[in-house]
């Protein structure tokens, strides 16, 4: 069983501060992903990995970084929060050694309130 | 460039009655789609893909190349279909593993 874990559930912090958010999977997966949460406006990808040091930039990555350092942690960096990153982060995690590329696994999310 | 539009952002329905989720894409290659579903307090996961071609808790959904749609479809609703799906796109050849998920429709289906 897949399992995908993210460091906390609720989190709050305030404006100008640096948050990490991290993520750990535990099925050696190669590809590693950060969503952002909003309604309305779905499901929108920050960063992914699909290596270890390797990061690519996804449709939303101004005001974040990442790093992965070990096959199984990928970390979100807020370097300076700000209120419009109020939001419901989502990790995922998907194996690109099978076929199925399409099937990725989630953790349960961080609720992030900047104020 | 990949794009999944999903029209609908609520969708109602009374429990017994049909339900269809619509699911449109743009995609220049060979796309493959994916319905995920997220119930309440729950985690997003995987709730079916167009080439098992499987029905899962009694939802279908067939790819209509024609015209680019891969909608939601299940005869009977029930209370627990309730919850927000989304419609994701894969492209062969685009970046690994990369998902192009739509807006999302929330469904509540009514007693």
């Known amino acids: 069983d897949v399992k995908v874990t993210q460091s906390s559930r609720y989190l709050v912090k305030r404006t100008g501060e640096k948050v990490f958010l991290e993520c750990v999977q535990d099925m050696d997966h190669e590809n590693m992903f950060w969503y952002r949460q909003d309604p309305g406006l779905g499901l929108r990808l920050i960063y992914f990995s699909y290596d270890v040091k390797m990061k690519e930039k996804g449709d939303i990555p101004e005001g974040y970084s990442v790093s992965r350092e070990k096959k199984e942690r990928f970390s979100l960096i807020l370097e300076s929060a700000s209120t419009n990153q109020t939001s419901m982060y989502l990790c995922?995690?998907?194996?690109?050694?099978?076929?199925?590329?399409?099937?990725?696994?989630f953790g349960p999310g961080t609720r992030l309130t900047v104020l | 460039a990949q794009r999944v539009t999903q029209p609908e952002k609520l969708l109602s329905v009374f429990k017994g009655a049909p339900v269809e989720l619509k699911c449109n894409y743009s995609?220049?290659?060979?796309?493959?789609l994916f319905w995920y579903v997220q119930y309440s307090r729950q985690r997003l996961q995987l709730l079916l893909r167009h080439i098992s071609r499987e029905s899962i808790k009694g939802f279908t959904a067939d790819l209509n190349k024609g015209e680019t749609s891969f909608h939601l479809k299940k005869p009977f609703a029930q209370e627990e279909d309730s919850a927000m799906y989304y419609c994701a796109l894969y492209g062969r050849g685009s970046t690994l593993g990369r998902l192009y998920f739509g807006r999302g429709t929330q469904l509540t289906v009514w007693p």
């Open positions: 995609y220049s290659g060979s796309p493959e």
């Open positions: 995922a995690s998907s194996d690109q050694s099978r076929g199925d590329l399409g099937e990725q696994f």
